[in-house]
Nanobody, 119 residues
Framework: QVQLVESVGGLVQPGGSLRLSCKAS????????MGWYRQAPGKQRVLVAT???????NYGDSVKGRFTISRDNAENTVDLQMNSLKPEDTAVYLC?????????????WGQGTQVTVSS
């Protein structure tokens, strides 16, 4: 079965930067949209950024101008470069991808990785 594995998050200070990576593996026919969502304690899961196979990106309003999403179609990876981090960016970050397999197409999720922004 397909799986998505995120890199380790971490603790960073306000104003700092962190890069997250996610790789899809398994028997994959195609991947359309890939991206990142996040969920803070007591909050809903919200969009961080997505990117299509053609390179079109979409960002949540709170991260525009600070985060950059990219992908490598050949390696089935998606990265999230996070700059100018704020305490409100603290959350579990989850990688997601819409993936076609032999049985059909569906959404897949990683286990999530913790990012904490604090001094």
């Amino acid at each position: 079965q397909v799986q998505l594995v995120e890199s380790v998050g971490g603790l960073v200070q306000p104003g700092g930067s962190l890069r997250l990576s996610c790789k899809a593996s398994g028997i994959i026919l195609s991947i359309n949209r890939m991206g990142w969502y996040r969920q803070a304690p007591g909050k809903q899961r919200v969009l961080v950024a997505t990117i299509t196979s053609g390179g079109t990106s979409n960002y949540g309003d709170s991260v525009k101008g600070r985060f950059t999403i990219s992908r490598d179609n050949a390696e089935n990876t998606v990265d999230l470069q996070m700059n100018s981090l704020k305490p409100e960016d603290t959350a579990v970050y989850l990688c997601t991808a819409n993936i076609g397999v032999f049985s059909g197409r569906g959404d897949y999720w990683g286990q999530g990785t913790q990012v904490t922004v604090s001094s």
